[in-house]
């Protein structure tokens, strides 16, 4: 089993930043691939970004690409979303995500939701002025 604990969530506003942490248990961390998820009320949950077990390859979404980064400390079992020129419509709850990936190649990522295995509770970011 892996336990994944998100932070970092708060209310920003509009062209602010935020960082979102993950820190992951249960599991060499650096067998998981990673990824981050957001759900806003009343729509479906939605990729972010994900990131391979090595840190060497990453994907984000159209809507946040440019402005979200992700990486990991695989060192500190932990995985970041860096959130830049936040947006009202970036308001959700940030889910992070893991993928026991000992048989897949060190650089592989995936913003398909349902390979993910492991899921937080989830962090609540809310951009408002």
């Known amino acids: 089993q892996v336990q994944l604990v998100e932070s970092g969530g708060r209310l920003v506003q509009p062209g602010g930043s935020l960082r979102l942490s993950c820190v992951a248990s249960g599991r060499t961390f650096s067998t998981l691939v990673m990824g981050w998820f957001r759900q806003a009320p009343g729509k479906e949950r939605k990729f972010v970004a994900s990131?391979?077990?090595?840190?060497?390859?990453?994907y984000v979404g159209r809507d946040v690409t440019g402005r979200f980064m992700i990486s990991r400390d695989n060192a500190r079992n932990t995985v970041y979303l860096q959130m830049n020129s936040l947006e009202i419509q970036d308001t959700a709850v940030y889910y992070c995500?893991?993928?026991?990936?000992?048989?897949?190649?060190?650089?592989?990522?995936?913003?398909?939701?349902?390979?993910?295995?492991?899921w937080g509770q989830g962090t609540q970011v809310t951009v408002s002025s």
């Open positions: 995500a893991a993928l026991e990936a000992q048989q897949y190649s060190v650089n592989y990522y995936t913003g398909e939701s349902t390979e993910y295995e492991y």
């Open positions: 990131i391979s077990k090595n840190g060497f390859s990453d």
